[in-house]
């Protein structure tokens, strides 16, 4: 049976492309420092070990290894957020290079969050502006390292994904319950741009790259047209039938980020990313609209055919 690994794949987004490929007829191996199923394989994320023989004859490698980044940006986690990227792609790519069969292409997570802040300039794999904070740098450190080794039999695909939403994972859940309780209002000034993609077609996006032997390279992952905050935010109470919100102001989401240990920069920058390398070679969306993909999230299937 042809096998696909997945570096870090305990985790939300693992989760996803396991189910996935999973019903595609692959079998799926998950390198993990904490082995829990019949499929995990222990790594250390750090160290070549006897986990290097999972990934001989792969058809994909996909590394979603990485510290949260929900978290403050204090010295020790800025150190961990950036070692947990580097160390688990610096050692994947050595053990690509002592392959006999080496994998047929090797995914690595990145984010969309590389490009700068803009309400107004889109930003693609060609023309997107990279800037130079924190989060960026980061971004750059992690593609830098996975370019940093060659593999002649191995495709290799940055994957610079935009925010997953998903049902059991991601940023939907705690907007979700932010909105059931009255606090679903504009979160800033709510003109900020929202780049998003549905977990399924997060999925699917991976399943075609991974078809199409001939891309490799730099992707964005999310839909064609971004959605801005006060959308997001209304789209919500309008599905969790909620008809008011308490809006958050810039001085209140500073403060509230500092009791719930968080940076507000995931809510209040402006990712306006486009896809288009996945545009130009027609992959096709399955949930491009706001509305049609939270309702697939949010409602069930019974609640949907009654209303």
């Avoid at 049976?1 to 989760?15: D, E, N, R, V």
């Avoid at 450190?141 to 039999?153: D, G, I, N, P, R």
């Avoid at 191995?154 to 932010?178: W, Y």
Wanted: charged fraction near 25%; charge should be positive.
């Amino acid at each position: 049976m042809k096998h696909i690994i997945i570096a870090g794949g305990s985790g939300f987004l693992g989760q996803v492309l396991e189910e996935h490929f999973s019903r595609k007829g692959f079998s799926i191996r998950i390198l993990t420092r904490n082995p829990k199923k019949s499929n995990h394989i222990y790594w250390d994320a750090k160290t070549l070990g006897s986990w290097t023989s999972s990934i001989e004859n792969a058809e994909a490698l996909v590394n979603l290894t990485g510290k949260s980044v929900d978290c403050r940006y204090t010295e020790k986690n800025k150190k961990e957020i950036l070692n947990s990227r580097i160390d688990p792609t610096r050692i994947l790519g050595i053990a690509i290079s002592k392959c006999t069969h080496p994998p047929k292409v090797w995914f690595n997570s990145s984010t969309a969050t590389i490009y700068k802040g803009s309400l107004d300039i889109e930003m693609t794999e060609d023309t997107g502006e990279i800037g130079n904070d924190f989060s960026m740098n980061i971004a750059k450190s992690w593609e830098e390292v996975f370019y940093e080794s060659v593999h002649s039999k191995t495709r290799k695909i940055i994957l610079r994904t935009s925010i997953v939403l998903g049902k059991k994972g991601g940023a939907l859940i705690p907007l979700q319950q932010l909105t059931r309780i009255g606090l679903g209002g504009n979160q800033g000034k709510g003109n900020q741009k929202v780049s998003w993609i549905h977990e399924e077609d997060f999925a699917s996006a991976i399943e075609f790259l991974l078809n199409n032997e001939q891309l490799d390279g730099v992707f964005n992952l999310s839909v064609p047209k971004p959605t801005d905050n006060k959308t997001l935010m209304k789209t919500l109470r309008k599905i969790l039938k909620k008809p008011f919100g308490l809006a958050h102001p810039k001085w209140l989401l500073e403060l509230g980020a500092m009791f719930i240990r968080t940076e507000t920069e995931l809510i209040l920058k402006s990712r306006n990313v486009i896809p288009k390398r996945l545009l130009d070679h027609e992959f096709s969306f399955e949930y491009s609209d706001l509305e049609i993909a939270l309702k697939h999230l949010l409602i069930s299937p019974k609640k949907a055919s009654k209303n």
